[in-house]
């Protein structure tokens, strides 16, 4: 029986579409990277940007991307794309290190000299997080299954460390979507936050570019954030990328 | 007993109402920039003092040397006090304020008082008029860069001197070299017995232009009086004056085209390990580059020639200081590999260096070497270089000149979908999905066959009055009456305790109803009806019609009975 549901789970897997790379794909990356090589950023951002729409889950689609908003001078936005290829390639030591460089050039010192979204930071990315929840709920079920008809002591304790690892899988992969759909990073050069929506309030403090924030809430055109150390205040979806 | 606790109390009690006062004493308010006085910070009124802090607006030097604590009782007035006391010395000639010091009891800040320092500069007293005196010097007053240069610092002291602290100047600009560990000669001058203490540091210019050496110093204590409770010791500074020395460009007239840097003196030996080799095996050729001066950075030594191959191990170096001065020696193996037959020559090897003793660039060379190559006896050109195990030349460091962001991804490989990018999390709901299902069936299988098993054995003992009823009604027309009428009331009895009715005897009966609740009566009429049955049916007797109605109602009796009953 289960030998039976594992193959209809792989089969699952398997039969689900997968996104072939076609000749034009290839073609329009080899010319983003003659363009990034060449120094001409804007035309390989908008190549690059037209990949990014179609390969959603290419985390080096997003470092080439970061470096060219990097090199033409959009350090907001190369941070918030370098935060999304860790997400992809966690243990990636070119993105770390470019991660680095570009917060480096950011004006904002946050939450005493260590980077908000580096406490989403985990080092699965969401497909290897999948991998081990399914493993684990596979380990569980199998435990669970095998307790019905024999009880002993290790049965009873594998059952708890089995439980154990999959509320602990279950619970990085549900920070890991958390973090994912709530990451930001301030754009414009100076933008101030806001107590409530709309410019004529009280102006809380100033964000430069390049500043991470976690985006609590939207409302128009306005976004709630915190930069942490309860700072929270609105600030206009415009000036920040998310 | 009593009457110590009063006092112990009446005591504290006093010490905890005193008042808290902080005083700062200097031994004088006025001094020159080579002496050192006695600061104290008395506190009055508290036990639990944290170590005073004084501040000196960064124009002393201070040194805690110790603290005491008393005790005063006068008129049942208890006055706790503690002194902590510091040594001062000055950094610079002026008019300065000390203080206030600052000490912090049970979490409350108290300050003292602040007190004004005349500094003035040092007294010009000649050396051979004082009891004690330092002097540093160099050997020369100017040098080219990367000279040897040496710095002397002396202490002289006809006084005894105790607890010298050294304070060695920072060498900006130089490479320094300790040249050795602290050398004391006793000196008679004049009839007075001088103590000489020396210490020699090894100096190597890394910069052009007029430099200047800080002046050293040194803190001690020098004995006053003794007595027989002690000795009384006053702090004393030494400082000495700052020298000046030029620093020279290297010339750069006749500088040779092979001048690599290399200032000392030096030679350059060569050896070679064989003279006479088959082609194809290797010899040692051993260069070794010695003399006054640093020799780590000289690179290997190139020989350029097409008759055999060199392959260059890593070089060894060891630098010594004898005589005031460095010695160094770089020796470099090469292997050499002939590549043809004969008669082949090492050329001769030079050096450059520039010897700041002539104030000239000097060179040296090898002699020219000649080895005699025979033939190979298989004819291959075989490299026998076994014995050279790292042939690496001497690793240099990295100069890192720019960073910048790490290189783009290239391949177009890295859009496609991995297998683990198939994976979704809806294909971990639908298997957590599919799981639970498989468990809940296994866990209802499982408990569901249990309970029919149950219920199995429930049903048979509620309905076993039923099927005996339904079965005693047809059982005067059976032909075989007895053995009907004692089947049926062993299955009867057997459908009520879960055993094989057709296997129950007259003797089991007693076993039977061991633990159920029937009387005594009724088990012995049980036992009579048993026994009448095995009679009529083992004994031979044949049954009439009257007797058979006699045992119809005496077995629906019993098992009326044992119906109530159980």
């Known amino acids: 029986m289960i030998s039976k549901i594992l193959f209809l789970y792989f089969l699952l897997i398997f039969s689900s579409s997968t996104l072939a790379l076609n000749e034009s794909d290839t073609k329009i990356f080899i010319d983003s990277n003659t363009s990034y090589d060449q120094g001409d950023y804007k035309n390989a951002l908008l190549k690059y940007q037209e990949l990014a729409k179609r390969f959603p889950k290419s985390g080096e689609l997003y470092y080439n991307l970061a470096n060219a908003y990097y090199k033409n001078g959009e350090l907001g936005k190369s941070i918030f794309y370098y935060i999304k290829a860790r997400k992809i390639l966690p243990r990636s030591g070119d993105v770390k290190y470019n991660l680095e460089y570009a917060r480096n050039q950011k004006i904002d010192k946050q939450e005493s000299d260590k980077n908000l979204l580096d406490l989403f930071h985990i080092p699965f990315n969401e497909n290897e997080l999948l991998i081990l929840v399914t493993v684990c709920a596979l380990a569980f079920w199998t435990i669970m299954i095998i307790s019905l008809y024999k009880r002993n002591f290790i049965i009873m304790y594998t059952r708890y460390i089995t439980v154990s690892l999959l509320i602990l899988t279950s619970t990085l992969l549900i920070l890991h979507n958390f973090s994912e759909k709530n990451i930001g990073v301030v754009t414009a050069q100076e933008t101030s936050v806001f107590s409530t929506i709309g410019v004529n309030s009280i102006k809380l403090f100033t964000l430069h570019e390049g500043s991470e924030i976690v985006v609590l809430d939207k409302k128009d055109n306005w976004n709630l954030i915190t930069i942490g150390d309860n700072r929270k205040g609105w600030i206009p979806s415009d000036k920040i990328i998310n | 007993m009593k009457f110590y606790f009063f006092i112990y109390i009446l005591m504290m009690a006093n010490l905890s109402l005193a008042q808290i006062q902080v005083h700062l004493e200097v031994d004088s308010d006025a001094m020159s920039v080579n002496e050192v006085i006695g600061v104290s910070v008395k506190i009055v009124g508290a036990r639990n003092a944290s170590t005073p802090k004084i501040n000196t607006n960064g124009n002393f030097n201070l040194q805690h040397e110790g603290s005491s604590s008393q005790i005063n009782i006068i008129n049942s007035n208890t006055t706790i006090s503690t002194s902590h006391q510091f040594q001062l010395s000055p950094i610079k000639p002026g008019n300065f304020t000390l203080g206030p ?466």
């Not at chain 2, 085209?257 to 390990?273: D, K, M, P, V």
């Not at chain 2, 639970?436 to 069936?441: G, H, M, N, S, V």
Request: glycine letters at 4%.
């Open chain 2, 101 to 566: 010091a600052t000490v912090e009891i049970d979490g409350n800040e108290y300050t003292s008082n602040v007190v004004s320092i005349r500094v003035s500069t040092a007294t010009s007293v000649p050396n051979k008029d004082r009891h004690y005196y330092i002097e540093t010097f160099l050997d020369k007053k100017e040098a080219y860069l990367g000279e040897q240069v040496i710095h002397t610092f002396k202490l002289l002291n006809k006084v005894q001197l105790y607890n010298s602290t050294l304070e060695i100047p920072k060498f900006d600009g130089f490479i320094s070299e300790s040249l050795g560990p602290e050398k004391s000669v006793i000196k008679i001058i004049n009839g007075v017995r001088w103590k000489e203490t020396e210490i020699k540091t090894l100096l190597i210019p890394t910069k052009t232009g007029d430099l200047e050496i800080p002046p050293a110093s040194i803190n001690a204590k020098l004995i006053i009086s003794q007595s027989f409770f002690g000795a009384e010791t006053k702090p004393v500074r030494l400082v000495s004056e700052a020298i000046k020395i030029r620093i020279k460009e290297l010339p750069l007239t006749n500088k040779p085209s092979n001048f690599s840097g290399l200032i000392g003196e030096f030679n350059i030996s060569a050896s070679l390990e064989k003279n006479n080799i088959k082609r194809g095996e290797s010899t040692t050729l051993t260069l070794e580059i010695s003399g006054i001066g640093d020799s780590q950075d000289f690179p290997e030594p190139e020989i350029k020639t097409n008759e055999f191959k060199i392959y260059n191990d890593k070089p060894t170096f060891n630098k010594t200081v004898q005589g005031n001065q460095i010695r160094s020696v770089k020796t470099f193996k090469k292997a050499i590999v002939p590549q043809k037959a004969g008669n082949i020559t090492i050329p001769s090897i030079e050096i450059a260096f520039f010897n700041p003793s002539s104030g000239k660039y000097e060179s040296k060379s090898t002699q020219a070497i000649s080895i005699n190559v025979l033939p190979s006896e298989n004819g291959d050109e075989e490299l026998k270089l076994a014995t050279f195990n790292n042939l690496t030349s001497e690793k240099r460091n990295i100069n890192l000149l720019a960073t910048d962001l790490m290189p783009i991804f290239y391949h177009p490989g890295v859009l496609e979908n991995r297998f683990t990018q198939n994976i979704k999390i809806n294909h971990l709901y639908v298997f957590n999905i599919f799981a639970f299902i498989l468990y809940i069936c296994l866990y209802y299988q499982k408990h569901f066959k249990n309970k029919i098993k149950l219920d199995f054995k429930k049903t048979k003992r509620n309905k076993a009055f039923s099927v005996f009823n339904k079965q005693y009604k047809n059982l005067k027309k059976q032909p075989h009456f007895c053995s009907q009428a004692s089947a049926l009331l062993r299955e009867y009895l057997g459908d009520k305790f879960q055993l094989d009715g057709k296997s129950i005897t007259t003797f089991d009966l007693d076993k039977i109803f061991l633990n159920s609740k029937i009387s005594k009566q009724t088990l012995l009429e049980l036992k009579n009806i048993f026994t009448k049955l095995d009679n009529f049916q083992f004994g031979g007797i044949t049954i009439n019609d009257s007797q058979k109605d006699e045992l119809m109602v005496a077995l629906f009796k019993i098992v009326k009975k044992l119906e109530q009953e159980l």
